[in-house]
């Protein structure tokens, strides 16, 4: 067994980000199994810029009420508990319902540790983009 350290945690970039986020790096992948987790707490709107990941990522919900959206589907409520994979290469975003904080563990496989960019980012989500079902509450 190897007992893991981390460093502190760090505010999320802007640039990626709209709203207020906290990242927690759990593990960083850069041994085998080469899993990447992050441990991100979203204040109430919160939300990533789109995305997307080469080996896609699975997302897990800890507390509070998120949203999830593939690019041209309708978005997702999330719950505590709840699990859902993007697949590789699938444009995304995710990140807090408006009146409710989120938390997530965030899983990514391999990327980095061969120097193949495991995520690429574009524009953020706009407002009108970030319209959740009248049911997140």
């Known amino acids: 067994m190897e007992r893991l350290t981390h460093g502190p945690t760090v505010k999320a970039p802007a640039e990626r980000f709209t ?7 759990i593990s960083p992948g850069a041994r ?7 441990l991100v707490r979203f204040a109430p709107g919160a939300r990533t810029a789109w995305h997307r990941h080469t080996r896609g990522q699975t997302l897990h919900v800890l507390a509070g009420i998120g949203l999830v959206q593939t690019r041209g589907e309708e978005i997702n409520v999330l719950r505590p508990g709840d699990t859902v994979r993007t697949g590789p290469g699938e444009w995304h975003w995710h990140g807090a319902a408006p009146t409710h904080f989120m938390v997530h563990l965030g899983l ?3 990327g ?3 120097g193949e960019p495991d995520t690429e980012w574009a524009g953020h989500v706009t407002d009108s983009e970030y319209d959740p079902p009248p049911a997140e509450a």
Do not use: Q
């Open 112 to 114: 980095a540790p061969d």
């Open 32 to 38: 085998p199994p080469f899993v990447r987790a992050n």
């Open 108 to 110: 990514l496989e391999g």
């Open 19 to 25: 709203g207020d986020a906290w990242i927690d790096v």
